[in-house]
């Protein structure tokens, strides 16, 4: 929280591989903003769908078209079957980043 009160722009990217999560999304959002805007951190936030699911990759994407200098993430695993099959956003980024990235779990 720290990093992000003294960010000069801080932008929150959601990558939805299914539509069907879109009020969801917006519940998180809301709660999101309001922690956020009570931390004094004024985000932005910016939605993209992406249903082939190289969450990854577009993430690294996104942060380079945006001229992002840190990424700040969660980390989770999935079944291994899963992350065999799909490759996951956490493995992509330790694998490829392309900024220095801070995850939590």
């Known amino acids: 929280l ?3 009160v003294s960010a000069a722009r801080v ?3 959601s990558i939805r591989t299914d539509a069907d ?10 709660r999101l903003a309001a ?3 009570a931390h004094e951190v004024h ?3 910016k939605h993209y769908e992406h249903p082939e699911g190289d969450v990854g990759g577009v993430l690294l994407s996104r942060a380079a078209d945006l001229g992002c200098e840190l990424i700040v993430m969660g ?5 291994r079957i899963r992350e065999w099959a799909l490759g996951g956003a956490t493995r992509t980024l330790l694998k490829s980043m392309t900024v220095p990235v801070l995850m939590s779990h």
């Open 21 to 30: 999560n879109e009020v969801v999304d917006t519940q998180t959002e809301s």
């Open 2 to 4: 720290p990093l992000l």
């Open 75 to 79: 980390a989770y695993g999935h079944a």
């Open 35 to 37: 922690y956020l805007h």
């Open 43 to 45: 985000a932005e936030f």
């Open 11 to 13: 932008t929150v990217v």
